[in-house]
């Protein structure tokens, strides 16, 4: 069975001490590592945006984690070329650079891989896709419900997954097992 791992979004900015901090990012870090032999391949994704991108409450002068059409207004984050937008140096050196995905470049807050059409024809080739990372609620949950549709026996790794709102986490199992994605504790 030829399986791959998808590492979401491990990025400074995400981790606690960053603009858009997921509590226990960091605690998934040497978790991560443990486990990265345990596949034939690994990817990352990366969020990737420009200065005053379409996402960023300041770009509309409204107060981060408020709503604007029906889309979530976020903390300026993972600006292109910055350090907040690298991935974290323990699991940067675990993916080739040609492996990690840049998503969130153009006018949507892109939290899914399924906006590349290169990587979603390519995965195509793994009989498993596990997953993990951050933020779980949003791009973990999003890319997940994008590879499922491809790939029959994509799974979430949810103990190396962290999210936003911890409250919804509940909401989101019941998003992801009717989307037809298996959740691995």
């Not at 001490?17 to 345990?38: F, H, N, R, Y």
């Not at 391949?41 to 420009?50: K, L, M, N, R, Y």
């Amino acid at each position: 069975m030829k399986k791959c791992l998808l590492i979401i979004d491990m990025q400074y900015d995400f981790m606690e001490g960053g603009p858009l901090a997921v509590a226990g990012g960091l605690s998934l870090i040497p978790k991560i590592q443990k486990i990265t032999t345990e596949y034939d391949i690994i990817f990352s994704t990366q969020d990737f945006h420009p200065k005053n991108h379409i996402g960023f409450a300041s770009s509309h002068n409204m107060t981060p984690f408020t709503q604007k059409d029906g889309e979530m207004l976020w903390p300026d984050h993972c600006i292109e070329n910055t350090k907040g937008a690298q991935i974290v140096a323990e699991l940067d050196n675990c993916i080739p650079q040609k492996n990690k995905y840049l998503k969130g470049l153009y006018k949507t807050n892109g939290y899914s891989i399924g906006e590349h059409a290169e990587f979603m024809n390519m995965i195509k080739q793994f009989d498993q896709v596990d997953i993990c990372g951050v933020a779980f609620d949003y791009c973990v949950k999003s890319s997940a419900i994008s590879i499922v549709k491809n790939v029959k026996h994509t799974r979430v790794l949810t103990k190396l997954c962290k999210s936003v709102n911890p409250q919804d986490d509940a909401k989101i199992h019941t998003e992801l097992i009717s989307a037809g994605v298996e959740l691995i504790d």
